[in-house]
């Protein structure tokens, strides 16, 4: 069965270095979508993505993040200078369709700011 | 707008008992309802859905959710709990600001006793 990957599984970085976050999403899915959950907090939008180009995003998304889709597989979400309140697990999810359909999700990428 | 509350951050229940998760949301249009499931270092998988067929919505393993528009809910069921039912569950409401963006619920985590 088909699924979304995320590489690392977990990242370990210090405050002010950039990270790229990387996921593989299911091939004929259109929409792209990055989440964040702070640890003990719901998951929070941050951007979806269709047809090489961001649709929405969320307040949460600045000028410190940005997605690319590199190639015809990876979706990245880069943070250019990590803070601190960046620390949180970061999913990636297609859907097939719009977001208004299912949303498949990745395991996720645990980030950790020190 | 939307939003949605997951009125009860754990749920204990022994195995075999019924399970309820309660949902409450609210919207300026008619929205589209989802439960996922995230069990420990996996990523979210979708229970059920409603977008706006059906009122009585069945998904996988069992779990069933009812729309209720008059009383803004969308619960979820199952007859009988399994030890592999213990996990978190995020109530999630899209569609309903104007917006596809989802919105999740803070989740509720399920405790099954043997």
């Not at chain 1, 990590?82 to 697990?89: N, Q, V």
């Not at chain 2, 022994?14 to 249009?29: D, F, I, K, Q």
């Not at chain 2, 809910?73 to 399994?82: D, I």
């Amino acid at each position: 069965e088909p699924e979304v990957t995320q590489t690392p599984s977990h990242q370990v970085t210090q405050m002010g270095q950039e990270v790229i976050l990387r996921c593989v999403p299911i091939s004929n899915h259109l929409y792209f979508y990055w989440y964040r959950q702070i640890l003990g907090q719901k998951v929070e939008f941050l951007v979806s993505f269709y047809n090489n180009e961001i649709s929405e995003k969320s307040e949460i998304f600045d000028d410190q993040f940005s997605v690319e889709r590199p190639d015809g597989s990876n979706f990245t979400l880069k943070i250019r200078s990590t803070k601190l309140e960046d620390s949180a697990m970061y999913f990636c999810a297609s859907s097939e369709f719009t977001p208004v359909h299912e949303q498949f999700f990745g395991p996720g990428t645990r980030l950790t700011v020190l | 707008a939307q939003s949605v509350t997951q009125l009860d951050s754990h749920v204990s229940v022994s195995e075999g008992t019924p399970v309820l998760l309660r949902c409450n949301y609210s919207s300026s249009y008619s929205p589209s309802l989802f439960w996922y499931v995230q069990h420990p270092n996996k990523g979210l998988q979708l229970l059920l859905k409603y977008t706006s067929a059906a009122t009585l919505v069945k998904g996988i393993n069992g779990f069933e959710a009812e729309f209720k528009k008059s009383e803004t809910s969308f619960h979820l069921t199952k007859p009988s709990a399994h030890m592999s039912d213990a996990a978190e569950y995020f109530c999630v409401v899209s569609g309903g600001g104007g917006s596809y963006i989802p919105t999740f619920g803070r989740g509720t985590s399920l405790i099954v006793h043997p």
